[in-house]
């Protein structure tokens, strides 16, 4: 049953970027959005960093 449990938080955890202008923003399924960068690399490293939590 624990491990129903943290694969539903996983998918809770689907991280995307975005881009608006010359801006990347990354986002979540549970809500949280990332600062606005202007390095998609950094942008994905904050989606990384934000998942793994």
Do not use: F, K, L, V
């Given at each position: 049953?624990?491990?129903?449990?943290?694969?539903?938080t996983l998918q809770e955890h689907r991280t995307t970027t975005s881009e608006r202008g010359p801006f990347c923003v990354a986002c979540c399924?549970?809500?949280?959005?990332?600062?606005?960068?202007?390095a998609r690399s950094q942008a994905r490293k904050d989606a990384t960093d934000h998942a793994a939590e």
């Open positions: 049953m624990d491990e129903q449990d943290g694969a539903a399924t549970c809500g949280w959005r990332g600062p606005a960068r202007r």
